[in-house]
């Protein structure tokens, strides 16, 4: 596991039970990049310690959640008591991570990621893109931001 990671993991880990760290290690072995482990990991943690108002607010977040014929880096849901809360598009919200080697390097990859985008919000969900400089930068944030989004939608 890359070394940033492994750091990153201990550091959310130091004061929450072991178990919670196994939790996360099985959830994020379904990441794809070192991007997504870090925000899945930043996700745990906040979402595992959020309270609005003294409620404490409940998300279900999917890594690699196919929507399609498409793969999406995460598939975030309010958990409003519903069977299956991802059945409900008003309360999901999809995010994307981009590193710059995959998804601007190459012009034709570009082209199909835009093309990928228009499909999957003509299908009525919602999504927020940070790219992998931003992650690396500032997890914290990104993972606010997206909860904040969510937080919005579901109030």
């Known amino acids: 596991m890359d070394n940033k990671i492994e750091h990153w993991l201990e550091k959310r880990g130091q004061d929450i ?28 943690y906040q979402n595992d ?38 059945n ?9 991570l981009d590193s710059y080697l995959w998804h601007g390097s190459d012009p034709e990859q570009f082209t199909k990621e835009k093309a990928r985008e228009r499909d999957i919000t003509k299908e009525g969900y919602k999504l927020m893109r940070f790219s992998g400089r931003e992650v690396y930068r500032d997890v914290e944030r990104c993972v606010r931001e997206s909860m904040g989004y969510c937080l919005t939608k579901e109030r």
């Open 49 to 86: 310690n959020f309270y609005f108002g003294g409620d404490l607010i409940d998300y279900t977040i999917t890594p690699q959640y196919k929507i399609d014929n498409y793969r999406v880096d995460f598939m975030i849901c309010f958990n409003d008591k519903s069977v299956n809360p991802y």
């Open 88 to 96: 409900n598009k008003d309360n999901c919200l999809i995010v994307e």
């Open 17 to 44: 039970k072991n178990e919670w760290i196994d939790v996360v290690t099985n959830d994020i072995s379904l990441c794809e990049s070192p991007i997504e482990k870090l925000f899945l990991i930043e996700w745990h």
